[in-house]
């Protein structure tokens, strides 16, 4: 059983900067992928970037590329969400996810483990 649990949301400007962290428990071995999914009301859930913990490799959607980077510091457990130049459209329910032998990285049905979430407003 893996638990996640996701902080540093908050209120800020357009284009200020915001660190998400998702921190983990629970076993993940090396075929397990992780990511970052945000959703406003009314609309799905969408994968928004997510990294493969065996490659390090990492997927971003096209809306936040060049814009949010994905880490993750292994002795910690935790994943990042590093998002600089924050549009109003970025406004969301962020939630961190895992799940093993991911096919699509940023599919939401893919992924097995879910955190609370963290609210993320960009208003000016």
């Known amino acids: 059983q893996v638990q996640l649990v996701e902080s540093g949301g908050g209120s800020v400007q357009p284009g200020e900067s915001l660190r998400l962290s998702c921190a983990a428990s629970?076993?993940?071995?090396?075929?397990?992928?992780m990511g970052w999914f945000r959703q406003v009301p009314g609309k799905e859930r969408e994968g928004v970037a997510a990294l493969y913990i065996s490659t390090g490799t990492t997927y971003y959607a096209d809306s936040v590329k060049g814009r949010f980077t994905i880490s993750r510091d292994d002795a910690k457990n935790t994943l990042y969400l590093q998002m600089n130049s924050l549009k109003p459209e970025d406004t969301a329910m962020y939630y961190c996810?895992?799940?093993?032998?991911?096919?699509?990285?940023?599919?939401?049905?893919?992924?097995?483990?879910w955190g609370q979430g963290t609210q993320v407003t960009v208003s000016s």
């Open positions: 629970g076993h993940m071995h090396r075929n397990y992928a």
């Open positions: 996810a895992a799940g093993t032998y991911i096919a699509t990285m940023l599919d939401t049905t893919e992924y097995n483990y």
